[in-house]
Each structure stands twice: as C-alpha cells, then as structure tokens.
C-alpha cells in the first residue's frame, strides 16, 4: 500500500484528470507494487526496471561489445536479469551510463507506471533526461508521467469506463492475460473503491455528529407572555377607576 503521501498526491492528480481516484490507484499499485520510491544510499529514487534488450539495440560497435561483456546487453528480452534490490538495479544504471548515457537512460522503465525512457520523444520531452527529471522529481512527477503515456496511448476511454482488458491490452500488451494483469487490476479497484468510500464516509460522520451536538446544546426558544389578558386587565382597572 502507499503511503498517505503519495496516496494523496494520486487522488489529487486523478481529480484533475477527470478520472475516479480508485482506479488510478489500482493502476499505479498493480504497476508498482504499492510503492513510490526506494532508498538509494541518503536518497529517495523512483523504482526502475533496466531493460537488457533495449540497450542492446541502442548500441553498435565497440560500446555493444562492452555491454555485453559487463552482462548489460543482449538480443534476447529476459537475458539480462535485474536484481531484486532497486539499489543494485541504480548500480547496474549506472555502470551502463558509463557506456552510453542516452541509450542507458532510455532503457529504463521509470516511476510508478514504469514507463519506458525510449518513449521521450513519442510522449513530448525535449530529451530522455527531461522524462528522467520529470519521474526523479516528485511523486507527482511520476503520476503525471504515467497519466502522459495513457493519453498518448489513447487509453483514457478504457481507463474511464474500467475496461480492465482493453486497458490491460494497450498498457501491458498482448500477453497481459498471461499474468492476469487486467484481473489484478479489477481486484485492485475494487479494494480502493471500498476504501475511498469510507474514507468519505468517516470525513462526512464527525460532521452530523457535531450539527447534532450543536441543536441539543441550543436553548428552546423562550415561549411569548401572552399579550391580550395583561391588556384586558389593564383596561378593565381604568373602567373600574373612572366609575369609582
């Protein structure tokens, strides 16, 4: 689960994307695993995924010898295992931006929607290392990253309905079933959907509580003296008076 940081952060951006808040979350957790970012050394990093085949392709010549003799490169997706710790996955970013800064970076699949750094370009950055400071920035910067390849993609229709398949299709691609990443994503849903729900309904609960503390703590208003019979009497003692 994220943090109510981050949590917060995703239900703003969703607002102002039009978009139901559950269903961003389910989105951004099935992708991330319900984290923002790791420690790396004093630092807070996004997560990242270094993709072998990627870099490979970047490359030509004496840099792709090296790459893959450092176990950094090859043709084959799957070939170049990442470390479970994003720590070492930094470090092996690091070494292959030793080789080819670009091609490294572009290799990269960043933040929360684990968007792949080869789409800068498609998606509107002015270079690989504006899409890498947009994620590396903030939480929101990795939102809107992510929100930024879904527009693009043209999945806002699929997201907006909860069409879970098409979304999984355009998103994950044509083998998404096999990791029942749109099933993952409904059950993701509908656990924040839940959620969100009594997170408004508890916000709203204190409020009734205090309007109605508020109306027995107010005094009835006092009940009018009558007017008529004080005048009658009134009246009546002058009669009296003037036949006296």
């Not at 072998?52 to 490359?59: C, E, Q």
């Not at 684990?114 to 498609?122: E, I, K, L, P, T």
């Not at 079933?177 to 059950?187: E, H, M, P, R």
Request: net charge positive; charged share 20%.
């Amino acid at each position: 689960m994220f943090d109510s940081q981050t949590e917060a952060e995703i239900v703003k951006l969703a607002g102002d994307a039009g978009i139901e808040p559950a269903v961003l979350l389910a989105i951004a957790e099935v992708e991330s695993g319900g984290k923002a970012y790791a420690l790396i050394g004093e630092k807070r990093e996004p997560l990242i995924r270094f993709e072998g085949h990627y870099f490979d392709r970047r490359l030509t010549g004496i840099k792709q010898q090296q790459a893959r003799a450092a176990g950094l490169a090859a043709s084959r997706a799957g070939a170049v295992r990442n470390p479970g710790a994003q720590a070492e996955r930094w470090a092996m970013l690091r070494r292959a931006a030793s080789i080819d800064h670009g091609a490294a970076h572009e290799s990269v699949s960043w933040g929360l929607g684990q968007v792949m750094g080869a789409h800068w370009r498609w998606l509107g950055f002015a270079s690989v290392d504006a899409l890498v400071e947009e994620c590396r920035g903030s939480v929101g910067g990795q939102v809107r990253l992510m929100l930024r390849y879904c527009e693009k993609a043209g999945l806002f229709p699929a997201v907006r309905a909860q069409n879970w398949a098409a979304f999984a299709r355009g998103y994950n691609g044509p083998s998404y079933a096999a990791n029942s990443y749109d099933t993952k994503l409904a059950a993701a849903f509908m656990r924040h959907q839940t959620r969100r729900r009594q997170i408004v309904a508890q916000a709203a609960a204190p409020a009734s509580a205090v309007q109605k503390q508020a109306a027995a703590a107010t005094p009835a208003p006092s009940k009018p003296q009558p007017v008529l019979p004080a005048l009658f009497h009134w009246l009546r003692r002058r009669s009296d008076l003037s036949s006296a």
